[in-house]
């Protein structure tokens, strides 16, 4: 264990703000010099610098919003509270703009059925959808249960609902 969390902590060191700016400049550089002229003319170098540090100061928030929550997950540990997580998992999805979506037929493209081919009318929710508010992507996808069966947490299944 004691080589694992070393080995841990080397990896975090590549995580310093200044490296990882500089190393996204190189990189964007490269790929505008090499794409030629219709991106390389649509933004200036000062432009490009601001584009790349905001994402670098989003992504320096979000780590910090993470550590934060691992944080007081290990003090809910030493305290011995562990059972009020699930009162504060609503409070944490809000504060990191996370949104779980259960309800297949609202996003269904968020979902994959993990029995595809099952002949069943009905699908159970196996597990939910989790979607980053502010970007939309899919940060996991849900799972769906084809059944012939309908139960309390099944919804119909319409052709909008597939597996890709």
């Given amino acids: 264990m004691k080589v694992r969390l070393s080995s841990i902590a080397e990896e975090r060191t ?19 010099e090499k794409s030629g002229g219709e991106h390389a003319e649509a933004l200036t170098q000062q432009q490009l610098l601001s584009v790349i540090r905001q994402a670098v100061l ?6 910090k919003l993470h550590l934060s929550h691992l944080a007081e997950l290990e003090r809910m540990v030493k305290d011995g509270t562990l059972e009020q997580v699930p009162q504060l998992l609503p409070e944490w999805f809000v504060r ?10 609202a996003h269904p493209e968020r979902f994959t059925v ?8 009905f699908v159970q929710v196996v597990q939910s959808a989790y979607i980053d508010q502010m970007t939309g992507q899919t940060i996991r996808p849900g799972q769906l249960r084809r059944t012939t069966t309908p139960q309390l947490q099944e919804t119909a ?3 909008t609902v597939s597996g890709e």
């Fill in 96 to 105: 990191a703009g996370l949104e779980r979506v259960d309800d297949p037929t």
């Fill in 58 to 63: 989003d992504a320096l928030r979000s780590r």
């Fill in 114 to 121: 993990i029995n595809e081919g099952h002949d069943g009318q």
């Fill in 157 to 159: 299944v319409t052709d």
């Fill in 14 to 32: 590549q995580l310093d703000p200044a490296v990882l700016l500089e190393s996204f400049t190189r990189q964007v550089s490269d790929v505008l």
